[in-house]
Protein backbone atom coordinates (compact mmCIF):
# COMPACT_ATOMS: atom_id res chain seq x y z
CA UNK A 1 0.00 0.00 0.00
CA UNK A 2 1.29 3.65 -0.69
CA UNK A 3 2.84 5.14 2.37
CA UNK A 4 3.23 9.08 2.57
CA UNK A 5 5.75 10.28 5.08
CA UNK A 6 5.61 13.76 6.30
CA UNK A 7 8.26 15.87 7.27
CA UNK A 8 8.27 18.05 9.91
CA UNK A 9 5.49 16.79 12.27
CA UNK A 10 4.83 20.35 13.65
CA UNK A 11 6.19 23.64 12.55
CA UNK A 12 6.24 26.97 14.15
CA UNK A 13 7.49 29.95 12.36
CA UNK A 14 7.18 33.83 13.11
CA UNK A 15 5.40 35.88 11.09
CA UNK A 16 6.70 36.77 7.49
CA UNK A 17 9.50 33.94 7.57
CA UNK A 18 9.51 30.92 4.58
CA UNK A 19 9.25 26.92 5.19
CA UNK A 20 9.52 24.28 3.25
CA UNK A 21 6.93 20.99 4.07
CA UNK A 22 8.49 17.69 3.05
CA UNK A 23 6.52 14.55 2.04
CA UNK A 24 8.05 11.25 0.57
CA UNK A 25 6.68 8.45 -0.79
CA UNK A 26 7.23 4.66 -0.78
CA UNK A 27 5.93 4.55 -4.01
CA UNK A 28 6.12 6.30 -7.39
CA UNK A 29 3.86 9.15 -7.25
CA UNK A 30 1.14 9.33 -10.35
CA UNK A 31 -0.65 12.26 -8.49
CA UNK A 32 0.23 13.99 -5.83
CA UNK A 33 -2.45 16.66 -3.87
CA UNK A 34 -1.73 18.97 -1.16
CA UNK A 35 -4.36 20.26 1.09
CA UNK A 36 -5.41 22.34 4.36
CA UNK A 37 -7.02 21.56 7.12
CA UNK A 38 -8.14 23.78 9.94
CA UNK A 39 -8.97 22.15 13.12
CA UNK A 40 -12.08 20.17 12.71
CA UNK A 41 -13.18 21.13 9.07
CA UNK A 42 -12.44 19.70 5.97
CA UNK A 43 -9.45 19.69 4.01
CA UNK A 44 -8.96 22.30 1.22
CA UNK A 45 -7.91 21.68 -1.79
CA UNK A 46 -4.47 23.78 -2.18
CA UNK A 47 -2.74 22.24 -5.36
CA UNK A 48 -2.02 19.16 -7.50
CA UNK A 49 0.99 17.50 -9.24
CA UNK A 50 1.67 15.30 -11.42
CA UNK A 51 4.89 15.29 -14.25
CA UNK A 52 7.82 14.76 -12.81
CA UNK A 53 9.45 17.67 -11.78
CA UNK A 54 6.18 19.94 -11.99
CA UNK A 55 5.88 23.10 -9.98
CA UNK A 56 2.79 24.82 -9.30
CA UNK A 57 2.12 28.28 -7.54
CA UNK A 58 -0.66 29.55 -5.93
CA UNK A 59 -0.11 33.47 -3.85
CA UNK A 60 2.74 32.70 -1.38
CA UNK A 61 2.47 28.61 -2.09
CA UNK A 62 4.83 26.60 -4.42
CA UNK A 63 4.29 23.05 -4.49
CA UNK A 64 6.98 20.87 -6.69
CA UNK A 65 7.23 17.26 -7.33
CA UNK A 66 10.76 15.78 -7.72
CA UNK A 67 12.19 14.02 -11.14
CA UNK A 68 11.67 10.67 -9.93
CA UNK A 69 7.90 11.16 -8.42
CA UNK A 70 8.38 9.93 -4.57
CA UNK A 71 9.32 13.57 -3.16
CA UNK A 72 7.08 16.52 -2.69
CA UNK A 73 7.68 19.57 -0.94
CA UNK A 74 5.00 22.49 -0.14
CA UNK A 75 7.16 26.08 0.30
CA UNK A 76 5.42 29.15 1.40
CA UNK A 77 6.79 32.15 1.20
CA UNK A 78 7.00 35.46 3.80
CA UNK A 79 4.35 33.21 6.11
CA UNK A 80 1.08 34.93 7.49
CA UNK A 81 -1.29 33.85 10.53
CA UNK A 82 -3.56 32.77 7.73
CA UNK A 83 -1.08 30.15 6.57
CA UNK A 84 -1.67 28.12 10.06
CA UNK A 85 -3.25 24.62 9.78
CA UNK A 86 -2.77 21.33 9.49
CA UNK A 87 -1.09 20.36 5.59
CA UNK A 88 -1.62 16.62 3.96
CA UNK A 89 -0.07 15.39 1.31
CA UNK A 90 -2.42 13.24 -0.71
CA UNK A 91 -1.71 10.37 -3.19
CA UNK A 92 -3.32 8.69 -5.74
CA UNK A 93 -2.88 5.00 -6.00
CA UNK A 94 -3.97 5.14 -10.12
CA UNK A 95 -6.99 4.56 -11.54
CA UNK A 96 -8.85 3.27 -8.68
CA UNK A 97 -9.94 6.80 -7.19
CA UNK A 98 -8.09 5.46 -3.73
CA UNK A 99 -6.49 8.46 -2.36
CA UNK A 100 -4.56 8.23 1.06
CA UNK A 101 -2.85 11.21 2.77
CA UNK A 102 0.22 11.53 4.44
CA UNK A 103 0.78 11.93 8.09
CA UNK A 104 0.30 15.94 8.16
CA UNK A 105 2.32 18.65 9.08
CA UNK A 106 1.10 21.03 11.54
CA UNK A 107 2.20 24.73 11.28
CA UNK A 108 1.66 27.32 13.59
CA UNK A 109 2.57 31.23 12.47
CA UNK A 110 3.44 33.30 15.36
CA UNK A 111 2.37 37.21 14.64
CA UNK B 1 -17.66 28.15 1.66
CA UNK B 2 -17.40 24.44 0.77
CA UNK B 3 -19.62 22.79 -2.24
CA UNK B 4 -19.71 20.06 -0.62
CA UNK B 5 -22.37 20.30 2.29
CA UNK B 6 -23.02 17.71 5.44
CA UNK B 7 -25.58 17.44 7.82
CA UNK B 8 -25.63 16.97 10.97
CA UNK B 9 -22.64 19.41 11.96
CA UNK B 10 -22.64 17.53 15.31
CA UNK B 11 -24.18 14.69 16.52
CA UNK B 12 -24.36 12.33 19.83
CA UNK B 13 -25.52 9.21 20.02
CA UNK B 14 -26.06 6.23 21.79
CA UNK B 15 -24.58 2.76 21.20
CA UNK B 16 -27.82 1.48 20.22
CA UNK B 17 -29.28 4.08 18.15
CA UNK B 18 -29.55 4.19 14.45
CA UNK B 19 -28.78 7.62 12.46
CA UNK B 20 -27.66 8.80 9.27
CA UNK B 21 -24.86 10.97 7.96
CA UNK B 22 -25.77 13.07 4.45
CA UNK B 23 -23.43 14.78 1.91
CA UNK B 24 -24.63 16.72 -1.02
CA UNK B 25 -22.60 17.91 -3.50
CA UNK B 26 -23.92 19.87 -6.70
CA UNK B 27 -20.87 20.08 -8.62
CA UNK B 28 -21.80 17.02 -11.46
CA UNK B 29 -19.36 15.00 -9.34
CA UNK B 30 -20.00 11.41 -10.12
CA UNK B 31 -17.56 9.95 -7.51
CA UNK B 32 -18.33 10.52 -4.03
CA UNK B 33 -16.10 9.45 -1.13
CA UNK B 34 -16.44 8.77 3.21
CA UNK B 35 -13.81 9.48 5.28
CA UNK B 36 -13.25 9.51 8.76
CA UNK B 37 -10.50 10.94 10.67
CA UNK B 38 -9.33 10.40 14.12
CA UNK B 39 -7.64 13.29 16.25
CA UNK B 40 -4.55 14.11 15.12
CA UNK B 41 -4.24 11.77 12.35
CA UNK B 42 -4.87 11.65 9.00
CA UNK B 43 -8.42 10.57 6.87
CA UNK B 44 -8.52 7.10 6.08
CA UNK B 45 -10.62 5.95 3.29
CA UNK B 46 -13.76 4.25 3.95
CA UNK B 47 -15.95 3.80 0.80
CA UNK B 48 -16.21 5.05 -3.11
CA UNK B 49 -19.09 5.36 -5.19
CA UNK B 50 -18.58 5.63 -8.40
CA UNK B 51 -21.42 6.71 -10.88
CA UNK B 52 -23.90 5.75 -7.91
CA UNK B 53 -22.26 2.49 -7.58
CA UNK B 54 -19.93 1.38 -4.66
CA UNK B 55 -16.45 0.61 -6.09
CA UNK B 56 -14.74 0.50 -2.73
CA UNK B 57 -15.20 -0.88 0.58
CA UNK B 58 -11.83 -0.63 2.83
CA UNK B 59 -13.13 -3.54 4.98
CA UNK B 60 -15.33 -1.39 6.95
CA UNK B 61 -17.50 -2.99 9.82
CA UNK B 62 -21.21 -3.52 8.41
CA UNK B 63 -22.42 -0.99 11.83
CA UNK B 64 -21.36 1.68 8.68
CA UNK B 65 -23.93 1.49 5.50
CA UNK B 66 -23.63 3.71 2.86
CA UNK B 67 -25.81 5.02 0.38
CA UNK B 68 -25.62 6.81 -2.90
CA UNK B 69 -29.39 7.43 -3.77
CA UNK B 70 -28.59 9.78 -6.80
CA UNK B 71 -25.17 11.64 -8.34
CA UNK B 72 -25.85 14.62 -5.97
CA UNK B 73 -26.45 12.45 -2.35
CA UNK B 74 -24.64 10.27 -0.10
CA UNK B 75 -25.78 8.85 2.86
CA UNK B 76 -23.88 7.13 5.57
CA UNK B 77 -26.06 4.87 8.00
CA UNK B 78 -25.16 4.18 11.53
CA UNK B 79 -26.36 1.55 14.10
CA UNK B 80 -24.79 -0.48 16.93
CA UNK B 81 -21.76 2.10 17.05
CA UNK B 82 -19.15 2.01 19.21
CA UNK B 83 -17.23 4.70 21.41
CA UNK B 84 -14.31 3.83 19.26
CA UNK B 85 -16.42 4.64 16.69
CA UNK B 86 -16.09 8.61 18.05
CA UNK B 87 -14.76 11.01 14.95
CA UNK B 88 -14.44 13.34 12.32
CA UNK B 89 -16.56 11.93 9.36
CA UNK B 90 -15.60 13.51 5.79
CA UNK B 91 -17.63 13.75 2.95
CA UNK B 92 -15.91 14.25 0.05
CA UNK B 93 -16.82 14.04 -4.02
CA UNK B 94 -14.72 14.33 -7.71
CA UNK B 95 -14.80 13.71 -10.94
CA UNK B 96 -14.83 10.11 -11.87
CA UNK B 97 -11.79 8.76 -12.94
CA UNK B 98 -8.05 9.20 -11.42
CA UNK B 99 -6.12 12.26 -10.69
CA UNK B 100 -9.57 14.44 -9.80
CA UNK B 101 -8.63 16.31 -6.84
CA UNK B 102 -11.49 15.84 -4.21
CA UNK B 103 -13.67 18.37 -2.95
CA UNK B 104 -14.50 17.64 1.01
CA UNK B 105 -17.39 18.99 3.27
CA UNK B 106 -16.83 20.19 6.42
CA UNK B 107 -17.40 17.07 8.06
CA UNK B 108 -19.71 15.73 10.65
CA UNK B 109 -18.26 15.54 14.56
CA UNK B 110 -19.57 11.79 15.91
CA UNK B 111 -19.24 10.91 19.44
CA UNK B 112 -20.86 7.53 20.54
CA UNK B 113 -21.57 7.44 24.26
Known amino acids: SQELEQSPQSLIVQEGKNLTINCTSS?????LYWYKQKYGEGLIFLMM?????EEKSHEKITAKLDEKKQQSSLHITASQPSHAGIYLC???????????FGTGTKLQVIP | DTEVTQTPKHLVMGMTNKKSLKCEQH?????MYWYKQKAKKPPELMFV???????INESVPSRFSPECPNSSLLNLHLHALQPEDSALYLC????????????FGNGTRLTVT
Open chain 1, 49 to 53: LQKGG
Open chain 2, 92 to 103: ASSQAGSNSPLH
Open chain 1, 90 to 100: GADTGGYQKVT
Open chain 2, 27 to 31: MGHRA
Open chain 2, 49 to 55: YSYEKLS
Open chain 1, 27 to 31: KTLYG
